[in-house]
């Protein structure tokens, strides 16, 4: 099993923690997002993890190389100067993910998420891990109605930046930069995304204040 981590964003809403380390590499309670990301990912049985490089990218080839120390296989898809946002970046990893199902996780969250092991429903292009709305929001993403995730009137659900896809997903999309949030959003109106709602930790280390909140829990 394959998996990707975004970890090539600058980070603004960071700043200035992001103006000398890059997301992946801020420390939540003494440990890296994306230490455990990576041990996330090799408890559900992931071999290799494509890591995109942006901003200090050359941080995150120091600390983890060949990903060896964190029990998996670590291939880099540097982008550098022309980041390629969510759906960008996927694509022009496509040739390592392979022909199979994949994860994709933000690099800027927190979590003590276990990733499910079995396998997606067959009609499902996407399967989305799903948290309830947090304080900050002043509303959700989507809903979940009968293990399908809609763009509903509700939305108490929050996308977690956690996320499997076929694929199969990305066939029709355009190239170079682009997001994937417009993609999602059709295929949960065609009812090809399913999902799953995780109530454990999970916050998005988005501001230096949600962090600070973090780390004195």
């Known amino acids: 099993m394959t998996a990707m981590i975004l970890a090539a964003g600058r980070g603004e809403r960071l700043r200035p ?17 994306l230490d455990r990301h990576l041990s996330m990912l090799a408890n559900a049985n992931v071999q290799t993890v494509v890591i995109n490089l942006g901003w200090l990218g050359e941080q995150i080839v120091n600390h983890v190389g060949t990903g060896k120390k964190f029990g998996v296989n670590v291939v880099y898809s540097p982008e550098y ?22 994860w994709v996780v933000n690099a800027d969250i927190y979590t003590d998420m276990r990733l499910p092991t079995d396998e997606m429903p067959d009609d499902a292009l996407v399967q989305l891990m799903l948290v309830p709305r947090p304080a900050h929001k002043s509303r959700g993403d989507f809903d979940l109605v009968d293990g399908k995730v809609r763009n509903g009137d509700e939305r108490l659900l ?18 170079g ?14 009812g090809r995304i399913s999902g799953r709602v995780f109530e454990g930790a999970w916050e998005d280390v988005g501001t230096p204040e949600r962090l600070a909140d973090l780390n004195s829990r």
Not at 177 to 190: E, H, I, N, T, Y
């Open 17 to 33: 923690v992001t103006d000398t380390v890059p997301k992946a590499l801020v420390e939540v309670r003494g440990e890296k997002l």
């Open 81 to 102: 100067d022309n980041v390629l946002e969510t759906g960008g970046g996927i694509c022009r990893a496509l040739p390592v993910l392979g022909s199979e199902a994949f």
């Open 158 to 175: 929050t996308f977690s930046g956690v996320a499997r896809y076929r694929p199969e997903f990305f066939a029709e999309a355009p190239g």
């Open 177 to 190: 930069r682009f997001s994937v949030v417009p993609m999602l959003r059709q295929a949960a109106d065609d």
